[in-house]
């Protein structure tokens, strides 16, 4: 069976890197626009009906505009922007802590941003297995590509002002980014985490990093009841792995840079009384369009790995 698929938003730093990984694969047929018809609504409204799975790669409120216009039944839609991530009657697209079955029977479903992708990974777990209670104030920080910006930042860095663009900056200080919502719902905090994003002048990488005081919790855990947790959590996926085995001083943001994967690392003092927990990731990977592929392929009944980077 052939999947009719239709991207909203192709042209753009994640649809493309979507079209790149479906290209050459038979189970599925793009639907395609021209550059004059890729933002002519109602062009636009009849592939979305046409389609089996819309993947929504567009601005929120753009994204909201294209859920207006499904009028086929038939139709089900990833999206990839933050418009539906916390709405009722959508499904959160992380398969590893939603559950595959969950993301393969609905029929919205919206893709995690990049950075919660890092954090639920490493805190979801430890939430759900009462090692970190859910009024526990977490502190998440992070360092992104600069492609996590789009087709804006991307020129920033690379465009004609790209000599003024900063190395290293951090962003977010009024405290109220638009991913602390989806973090505090889908890791089951009661009280938001202080989220410090940042971008380096690279293209693509993520690092997120979330500092756990194990001596000052409830209960003390030990670095290894954590890492059991987590790795127990991450058994059965081959896109979220737990690195026990890393001998490394440093961890450079290129990590998974290329790739649909994601690493996660539990980094604890000798005296077992501080942990350092981090996830590595590519921000257009796992962080947005190998994520997007990967629940496309379970809202089709496909292996989830088929077509990603790992
Ligand atoms: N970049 C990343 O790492 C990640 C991005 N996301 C999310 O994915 C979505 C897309 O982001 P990204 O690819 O980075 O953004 P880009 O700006 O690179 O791409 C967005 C695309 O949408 C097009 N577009 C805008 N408005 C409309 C419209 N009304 N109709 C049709 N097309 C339209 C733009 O057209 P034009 O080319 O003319 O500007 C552009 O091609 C965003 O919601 C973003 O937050 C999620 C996770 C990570
Ligand atoms: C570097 C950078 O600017 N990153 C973006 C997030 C990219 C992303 O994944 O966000 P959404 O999926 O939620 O759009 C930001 O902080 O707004």
């Given at each position: 069976m052939t999947h009719a698929i239709f991207i909203d938003g192709a042209a753009g730093t994640t649809g493309l890197e979507i079209r790149e990984r479906l290209e050459g694969r038979a189970e599925f047929s793009l639907i395609l626009l021209d550059e004059a018809q890729r933002k002519d609504a109602a062009a636009r409204a009849q592939a979305i009906n046409d389609a089996d799975v819309v993947?929504?790669?567009?601005?929120?409120?753009?994204?909201?505009?294209?859920?207006?216009?499904?009028?086929?039944?038939?139709?089900?839609?990833i999206d990839a922007s933050t418009a539906h991530r916390v709405a009722p009657g959508w499904t959160y697209g992380f398969p590893e802590l939603v559950g595959r079955e969950t993301v393969a029977a609905s029929k919205r479903v919206s893709n995690p941003g990049c950075y919660p992708t890092g954090f639920l990974a490493l805190v979801g777990p430890l939430v759900r297995a009462g090692l970190i209670p859910a009024d526990w104030p977490l502190s998440v920080n992070a360092v992104s590509g600069y492609s996590g910006g789009g087709k804006g930042m991307i020129a920033d860095y690379e465009g004609e002002k790209a000599g003024s663009a900063p190395s290293w900056m951090t962003y977010g200080l009024t405290l109220a980014h638009k991913h602390v919502p989806e973090?505090?719902?889908?890791?089951?905090l009661s009280i938001a985490p202080i989220f410090a994003p940042s971008v380096a002048n690279m293209l693509r990488g993520m690092i997120v990093e979330v500092p756990l005081p194990l001596a000052a919790l409830p209960g003390r855990p030990s670095a290894k009841q954590v890492r059991d947790v987590l790795e127990a959590a991450y058994r059965d996926s081959s896109v979220v792995r737990v690195v026990g085995d890393y001998a490394q001083a440093n961890l450079p943001l290129e990590r998974?840079?290329?790739?649909?994967?994601?690493?996660?690392?539990?980094?604890?003092?000798?005296?077992?009384?501080?942990?350092?927990?981090?996830?590595?990731?590519?921000?257009?990977?796992k962080g947005a369009s190998g994520a997007a592929?990967?629940?496309?392929?379970?809202?089709?009944?496909?292996?989830?790995?088929?077509?990603?980077?790992?």
């Open positions: 993947i929504l790669c567009l601005p929120d409120d753009a994204a909201r505009e294209a859920v207006s216009l499904i009028a086929s039944d038939r139709t089900r839609v973090m505090t719902q889908h890791a089951g998974k840079s290329g790739t649909d994967g994601m690493d996660l690392f539990l980094f604890a003092s000798a005296d077992g009384a501080q942990a350092r927990l981090v996830a590595a990731l590519d921000n257009l990977g592929v990967q629940n496309l392929n379970l809202l089709c009944g496909l292996d989830e790995t088929a077509g990603l980077k790992l």
